[in-house]
């Protein structure tokens, strides 16, 4: 059966495109390298078409898919499983940018584009696309939608489902939907665009999409501020929110020893700011270059006088402002570089978070003494990446085997008593798909698994993931 498949890949995307053997651990380890597969086969389209040649060829043989794009997400969803009996379907060769709308502000964009490629190809043209993360260099739009992806901007301009508009999808049969809609209104039936965003490669492949685009601003503006405590973070925000309105496009929160771990490990990076309990980036775009300075100014002067902050920086030049951000960016690659850690990727009211963090912070401490919190992220959207590190010296991947479980069990039975997300943007995957069934009302989890059952009932797209 296997040969049958083999020969039926090659004739879809060229022998060109298919690899079996040699080092495929690029497409079979995630960027965590906490899961490793094997794949039967990398099979790497070139067109829709091809897609949905393979996605046939497989559906014909009852082997499973694993779409991938760039391979940067955080809950082992895009790699196979060890079996060696999956099919790993790379998009990253669907790049081309299809067409652009001006004055639809739209562009028409292939799954696999890169996305800091299509923030690059929008800005040639004088707009923004908004979508803006760490991973930005080689993740791609169409994992991007898949994992209905967030990042920095979300405050202002909305998740990965918010900027899309439509899709194209090679359904598990093989089909092609076509549903590339520029439009902002269409209420014609159950939305199939908002059924594929987040569903991770399990209910068809994303081939294409068209997505919103904005006009760039005139100016972009951004600051650092310290602060005493979680709660003068979240007043922050409230006073930034009158003070700037919509403008307000980033407010993000780095906990000291976030900031602490970026010194270790990239010294060379600059912290424009003395240590504090907290650190606040704060980004506001404006229409135009006079007004933006000034007005977080204002704002940073207000907050320093209530003493709401303690210290604050604002950049000078653009290269301040992108060292600013760097700072932030760097704060998964330097825990990387600390080692393996659990990642809570957590969602919460904004008002629940001080308490939050306070308790959750105690017990923690309490059950495991010495125990290292990693805590940062889009305090904005109520999200953040509340990460905890093995106590210093202590074999990372020993701390991880004995204290995983129950490290999620506290941190999500706190977030679920403050109403919160036990997954806020990086998606369900491999790693959380069973809290997803501990934790999801039997009713919600019914009608996934009704949907799942309905779209792929052989369950040949990405079985193991989500439901
Ligand atoms: P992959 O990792 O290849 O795949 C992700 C999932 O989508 C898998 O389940 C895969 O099967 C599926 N998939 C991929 N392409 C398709 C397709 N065309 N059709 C159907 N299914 C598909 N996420 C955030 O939301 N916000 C952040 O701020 C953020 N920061 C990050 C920082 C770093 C340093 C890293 C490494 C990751 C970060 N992420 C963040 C995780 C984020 O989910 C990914 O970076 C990105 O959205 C995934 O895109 P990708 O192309 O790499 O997808
Ligand atoms: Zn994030």
Known sequence: MSAKLIEALRAAVGAAHMMTEGDLSAYELDWRRRYRGKALAVVRPGSTAEVAAVVRACAAAGVSLVPQGGNTGLVGGGVPDASGRQVLLSLTRLNKIRHIDADNLTFTVEA?????TLQAAAETQGFLFPLS????GSCTIGGNLASNAGGTQVLRYGN???LCLGLEVVTP???VWEGLSGLRK???GYDLRDLYIGSEGT???ITAATLKLFPLPGAVTTALASCDSIDACVALLRLARQHLGAGLTGFEVMERFALALVSRHFPQLQQPLPEAPWTVLLELATPSEDTARAQLEALLETALESGLVSDAALAASLAQAKSMWHLRESIPLAQAE????????IALPVS???EFVRSTDAALRVALPGVRLVNFGHLGDGNLHYNVQAPEGEPAAEFLQAHERAVNTLVYDAVQRWGGSISAEHGIGALKRDELAARKSPVALGLMRTLKAALDPAGLMNPGRVV
Not at 133 to 136: D, G, N, R, T, Y
Request: with cysteine; aromatic share 0%.
């Open 186 to 188: 269409d209420n014609t």
């Open 133 to 136: 993360l760490a991973a930005e």
């Open 112 to 116: 696999g584009c890169v996305l800091q």
């Open 352 to 354: 629940a978070i001080p």
């Open 338 to 345: 600390e080692g393996l850690n659990i990642k809570n990727d």
């Open 160 to 162: 990965a489902r918010e």
């Open 203 to 205: 209910l068809g492949v």
């Open 173 to 175: 049969q093989g089909e």
